[in-house]
């Protein structure tokens, strides 16, 4: 199965994503995460990546499709969920030419939405596992030792652009480059919208409701 999964930050599509990616054996894609990697490592593309993402900007386009496509080709038939690419109308005109060109189908296109209150409330109290990449929530998912991992027992840290001024900006840049993907993929079949404010298993279920369908 290949699917992409996209909505606003804040929306789940990590959580969800890496829980239906390794429920399902495919690869969970997260661009965010591809790039953070690139950034720890230090390669050119994380060079190039770094200024964008602490400023809560979209990275160029070439950037992230060259990243996206080394990923995708290097298993064309492994399977994957595409997690926070693409984020604008010029990222999905160059997946979906890239996809024709490997001879690659698309199943399904999740859309997950929630009021961006809901949204903002989940980026400030996001903490994520510095060794694992795992996510906790202060309020609604604490770790069990304040500051440590559950799974692995690393460091607990907060994103540079989960700042409120920066989640700011990132919704923003969300409103006028991401939401119009919902025109170029509404319509299409295996498209469908979920709600994604509630509790985290019964976004779940309609995730998963959504890919079965
Ligand atoms: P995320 O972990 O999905 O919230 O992404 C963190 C940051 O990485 C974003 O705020 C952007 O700066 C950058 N980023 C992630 N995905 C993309 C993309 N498809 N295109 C451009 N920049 C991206």
């Known amino acids: 199965m290949n699917l992409i999964l996209f909505g606003p930050p804040g929306v789940g599509k990590g959580t969800q994503g890496e829980r239906l990616a390794s429920e399902q054996g495919i690869q969970h894609m997260a661009m965010g995460d591809l790039l953070r990697a690139a ?6 593309a ?22 996206i496509e080394e990923k995708i080709s290097a298993d064309k038939d492994a399977g994957f969920l595409l997690d926070g690419f693409p984020r604008n109308v010029a990222q999905a005109e160059a ?12 199943d399904h296109v999740v859309f997950m939405d929630a009021p961006e209150d809901n949204l903002i409330e989940r ?9 694992c990449g795992f996510g906790f929530h202060r309020q609604y998912s604490p770790p069990q030792k304040s500051g440590y991992c ?13 700042r409120e001024d920066v989640i700011a900006h990132r919704l923003e840049v969300y409103r006028e480059q991401t939401e119009p993907l919902l025109g ?15 509790e985290m298993d019964l ?3 309609g995730l998963k409701q959504a890919v079965e369908n």
């Open 150 to 162: 559950d799974r692995c027992n690393g460091e607990l840290y907060q994103r540079e652009d989960d």
């Open 123 to 131: 980026l400030c109290g996001r903490l994520i596992c510095s060794a």
């Open 39 to 44: 950034v720890r490592d230090g390669t050119d």
């Open 203 to 205: 976004v779940y279920t």
């Open 95 to 106: 997946l979906d030419a890239m996809l024709a060109k490997h001879g690659v189908v698309v």
């Open 184 to 198: 170029y993929y509404q319509g299409r079949s295996g498209f469908s919208k979920i709600d994604a404010s509630g």
């Open 46 to 67: 994380g060079l190039k990546a770094k200024i964008f993402m602490d400023g809560g900007k979209l990275v160029p386009d070439d950037v992230v499709v060259a990243m």
